[in-house]
């Protein structure tokens, strides 16, 4: 079965600084892979996703992840973290048809 | 994209009690998944209602405890029956969109229960 694992619960960052949120995979095949944000009592929204054409995925917010096959990794980064940033992000890999999801992590972007 | 409109957005129940939550798409999609998101916890994926057939549940979910209701390809609804207080959870109903791609969920805002 697919999973994800995301390294760090809690995640805190100084506003201007780079945010840097890790994410692995086991997959047995190639994995379809995402990256959502929830922003405070809303639903979750797609961020980027990976589906097996360019390594490195540019999504909304001035957000990317990079796959790395070698690593198992898609970690999500940004070179400027804005304070409007902080929010739960979850990583996640598609199963069939369904997505896991990992268990989050929460940025705090601190002025 | 799809909007996606869930009702009640929050409510406070009584244990014993059962309540249904709606999800209406305003566009006809295949699959609708309903999750369960509890408090600190990541999603986990309750079931997935095909219109015209039968829920498929996850692992740990039974249909005498969520029982759901698919019937067009607009609208579903999920049951909580019998509430208890570890019931209290974030209950999210998404959709898959042919035009997002493989496997891309949007996802409604979330019915947020509190069982006392």
């Known amino acids: 079965a697919q999973s994800v694992t995301q390294l760090g619960s809690h995640v805190s960052v100084s506003e201007g600084a780079l945010v840097l949120l890790r994410c692995n995979y086991s997959s047995s095949v190639p994995p379809y892979l995402f990256w959502y944000v929830q922003y405070p009592n809303q639903g979750l929204q797609l961020l980027l996703k990976y589906t097996s054409a360019a390594t490195l995925v540019k999504g909304i917010n001035g957000f990317e992840a990079e796959f790395k096959k070698s690593e198992t990794s898609f970690h999500l980064t940004k070179p400027s973290a804005h304070m409007s940033d902080a929010a739960e992000y979850f990583c996640?890999?598609?199963?069939?048809?369904?997505?896991?999801f990992g268990t989050g992590t929460r940025l705090q972007v601190f002025p | 994209s799809a909007v996606i409109s869930q009702k009640p957005s929050r409510d406070i129940c009584q244990r014993g009690t059962s309540l249904t939550i709606q999800c209406q798409v305003d566009?006809?999609?295949?699959?609708m998944f309903w999750y369960r998101q509890q408090p600190g916890q990541s999603l986990t994926l309750i079931a997935t209602?095909?219109?015209?057939?039968?829920?498929?549940?996850e692992s740990g979910f039974v249909i005498d405890k969520f029982p759901i209701s698919r019937p067009n390809l607009t609208f579903s609804t999920l049951t909580v029956s019998n509430m208890s207080p570890e019931d209290s959870s974030i209950y999210l109903c998404?959709?898959?969109?042919?035009?997002?791609?493989?496997?891309?969920?949007?996802f409604g805002a979330g019915s947020r229960l509190t069982v006392l």
């Open positions: 996640a890999v598609s199963d069939g048809d369904k997505l896991i």
């Open positions: 998404s959709v898959e969109l042919s035009s997002s791609g493989a496997n891309v969920l949007t």
């Open positions: 209602a095909n219109q015209g057939s039968e829920a498929t549940y």
């Open positions: 566009s006809q999609v295949t699959m």
